[in-house]
């Protein structure tokens, strides 16, 4: 073979090793897109549901002890329950945020092989295969 061919042969395969990984990328992307519209929808619902719940009770309740010496106390005690409720939902909030797994996990994982090979480190497939998300 002469330098030529040998040049379009390495360059063939990069090229097909960039597009496989492009196209790897876009099809996360899409999932990622997919999944976070999905959770803002349903949490938008959600939201707007429980408010709509809250603000009944907190009207049933307040009319149940408006004749009596209790009512401030008892508004007292729906707003602290309110309170604590959406404290707990923040942070419920921000720990599930904290365990989503990393967005591209399989594009980069990818692109570490193809780096580590192209130094003359090449992981073998069944090595990359039991590697699990994250693990280093």
């Known amino acids: 073979m002469s330098v030529k061919q040998n040049l379009r042969a390495v360059t ?3 090229t097909s090793l960039v597009k496989t990984r492009l196209e790897l990328l876009s099809l996360e992307l899409a999932e990622e897109k997919d999944r976070l519209l ?3 929808l349903f949490g938008a619902v959600g939201l707007l549901f429980l408010h709509l719940a809250l603000t009944v009770v907190a009207v049933l309740v307040g009319l149940f002890f408006w004749g009596t010496e209790y009512r401030y106390l008892a508004l007292l ?3 602290l329950i309110y309170a604590l409720i959406g404290l707990g939902s923040l942070l419920l909030m921000k720990k599930h945020l904290g365990l989503v797994a990393t967005p591209f996990a399989a594009t980069i994982d990818a692109l570490k092989d193809d780096a580590q090979a192209l130094r ?3 992981v073998p497939p069944s090595a990359a295969a039991s590697k699990g998300v994250g693990d280093e």
């Open 120 to 122: 003359g480190r090449h």
């Open 77 to 79: 005690i729906l707003v």
């Open 38 to 40: 999905s959770v803002l």
């Open 12 to 14: 063939g395969g990069f």
